[in-house]
């Protein structure tokens, strides 16, 4: 099992705010990234750092974190952002690279 | 913009050695950067696997590194990955990753298109 806990499934009403959270303990000392994958794609990097988006990412895309929890929030949320988003950091250790276990997020 | 594609057998036999290349290109490796790979079996979730500096420097995720080398070749822009003793469940996509990492911060950046292989007699 991953150091990193996603909600397996989310849904968002079209145009409408989404927030997707990743816990884990690791995460109170080490930032989060956000990865976006579609079906058969590569998946592609949407938000590193504290709240950066690499060129090319929409700014309905943003990031945060409190605790042990980032969040990865779309406002206004697309049709072409259905997709599945894994989060990214350090594991406990803070030596290896681990991801969370992906949330499918359907867009209704 | 720098692209990266991967290369190697599609189908390895169970025990041998499951060997890939990622070749670099719009960037030059020697630069700066570690270089990684990152799995994905079919329907599950990503594993990084491990990642390699461009100095040679390595990083492996600990369940592997027992059987698991990533090697740089700088003159050819280039990084390898070999997994020894393979097993039905080393079937995945395998992607490799411009590793970005520093400090608090792991992130891949830039992803090959990935190429799968199916571990299988």
Redesign the interface.
């Known amino acids: 099992s991953s150091e990193l806990t996603q909600d397996p499934t989310v849904s968002v009403a079209l145009g409408q705010t989404v927030r997707i959270t990743c816990q884990g303990d690791s995460l109170r000392n080490y930032y989060a990234s956000w990865y976006q994958q579609k079906p058969g794609q590569a998946p592609i990097l949407v938000i590193y750092d504290k709240n950066n988006r690499p060129s090319g990412i929409p700014d309905r895309f943003s990031g945060s974190s409190s605790g042990n929890t980032a969040s990865l929030t779309i406002s206004g949320a697309q049709a072409e952002d259905e997709a599945d988003y894994y989060c990214n950091s350090r594991d406990s250790s803070g030596h290896d690279a681990v991801f969370g276990g992906g949330t499918q997020l359907t867009v209704l | 913009q720098v692209q990266l594609q991967e290369s190697g057998p599609g189908l390895v036999k169970p025990s041998e050695t499951l060997s890939l290349t990622c070749a670099v290109s719009g960037y030059p490796m020697s630069s700066g950067y570690h270089w990684g790979w ?1 799995r994905q079996p079919p329907g599950k ?4 696997i491990g ?1 390699v500096h461009h100095s040679g420097t390595t ?1 492996y ?2 369940p592997l590194k027992s059987r698991v080398t990533i090697s740089v070749d700088t003159s050819k822009n280039q990084f390898s990955l070999n997994l020894r003793s393979v097993t039905a469940s080393d079937t995945a996509l395998y ?1 490799c990753v411009r590793d ?2 520093t400090g ?11 190429t799968m292989v199916t571990v299988s007699s």
Do not use: M, Q
Not at chain 2, 104 to 114: A, C, N, R, S
């Open positions: 990152v979730v990503l594993e990084w990642s990083y995720n600990p992607y970005a990492s608090p911060l792991v992130v891949f950046d830039i992803w090959g298109e990935g």
